[in-house]
Nanobody, 115 residues
C-alpha cells in the first residue's frame, strides 16, 4: 500500500522560508519520481517541482530560483525547500507519486504566506 505523508507547512511572512517533507512507503523509493503539487484558494492543482530517480529536477517557472527539491533515499523522503516566499505561494502542498499508472497523493500540508 502506497502512503505519502507530508509535513512542514505553516504560517510564514513574505520573504520567509519553509521546508516541506514527504515520506513515502509502499514503493521502491530509489527508482521513483516524486513530485510536489500545490492547490491555492480557488485555483487548480499545479505542479511545483519534480525529482527523478537520477536526482534530475524540474520546476514550475513561478518557483525557479526560490524553491529546491531534493531527496534522501536512505530516509525515503523528498524535501521542498521554499525560500523568498510570496503571498501567491499560499496553498495546500501535496506530494505525488505514480505507480503502475496510478496517481497517489498525500493528505497535503497547508502553507500560508502573509504579506
Amino acid at each position: 500500500q502506497v502512503q505519502l505523508v507530508e509535513s512542514g507547512g505553516g504560517l510564514v511572512q513574505a520573504g520567509g522560508s519553509l521546508r516541506l517533507s514527504c515520506t513515502a512507503s509502499g514503493i521502491t523509493f530509489s527508482v521513483a519520481s516524486i513530485a510536489w503539487y500545490r492547490q491555492g484558494p480557488g485555483k487548480q492543482r499545479e505542479l511545483v517541482a519534480r525529482i527523478y530517480s537520477s536526482a534530475t529536477t524540474d520546476y514550475a517557472d513561478s518557483v525557479k530560483g526560490r524553491f529546491t527539491i531534493s531527496r534522501d533515499n536512505a530516509k525515503n523522503t523528498v524535501y521542498l525547500q521554499m525560500n523568498s516566499l510570496k503571498p501567491e505561494d499560499t496553498a495546500v502542498y501535496y506530494c505525488n507519486v505514480v505507480k503502475y499508472d496510478r496517481n497517489y497523493w498525500g493528505q497535503g500540508t497547508q502553507v500560508i504566506v502573509s504579506s
